[in-house]
């Protein structure tokens, strides 16, 4: 597996991060590290999403910071230049999973069926993102659609929660997961970090007791 995959591994949640506004990027990354959660998804659907990225990687260059919803070479060309570390899509874009391939960058991109899950193999990926999580039978469709598939870990992302993290994070299959319930738009838009921070701590101690 990817070094940098391994390290999110090591995290346990990926907080990903909805950003409107660029100056918000650097407290926001600060209040993630210091809550325990030092990596980071900025999805690339915001016009502040790119400079937040660059803003991210140059402030603190100790935090896994990459890019989600991630729909074109474009983007990842863009996220990478920023100085995105990995590279995350909802769906399984052959060209996108090609290029990261091709320049060795770490690539997750989502799946929801086991036909898709074979794709991604034939790739020689052994990470995929499974979205969106719970709509699509969360964590007992994981279990089943693993089963043939033993060497494929998931990311699920999608309704992930502070409540059925819990559940994810104890099963063998899951990488990671993402989540948003620590970084809530309406935190973010009303500066509200030492709440995040504080999110963010009890998160990276749900990692700590599951994964003892």
């Known amino acids: 597996m990817n070094d940098t995959l391994k390290k999110i591994g090591s995290i346990g949640i990926v907080p990903v991060l909805v950003l409107n506004k660029t100056e918000d990027a650097a407290p926001l990354a600060q209040s993630l590290m210091k809550g325990g959660l030092p990596c980071a998804e900025v999805t690339f659907r915001t016009q502040a999403a790119e400079e937040s990225i660059r803003i991210i990687a140059k402030a603190f260059p100790d935090m896994l910071v990459g890019a989600g919803t991630v729909l074109s070479v474009d983007q990842v060309k863009r996220a990478v230049d920023a100085g995105a570390k ?19 960058y770490p690539v997750t991109p989502g799946i929801m069926t086991p036909t898709e899950l074979e794709v991604a193999l034939g790739y020689g990926l052994d990470v995929v993102k499974f979205f969106p999580a719970e709509n699509a039978g969360g964590l007992k469709m994981i279990k089943a659609m693993s089963a043939p598939y033993t060497m494929m870990k998931f990311m699920p992302t999608g309704g992930i929660n502070a409540t059925n993290v819990r559940d994810y994070l104890a099963c063998d299959k899951i990488l990671a997961c993402g989540g948003s319930w620590m970084v809530k738009g309406d935190l973010i838009a ?7 921070e504080k999110l963010t701590s009890e998160a990276a101690q749900i990692v700590k007791e599951i994964r003892k």
């Open 86 to 104: 990995f590279i995350v899509s909802p769906g399984l874009n052959p060209k996108v999973v090609e290029y990261c391939l091709k320049k060795n």
């Open 190 to 196: 009303s500066g509200n970090f030492s709440e995040i």
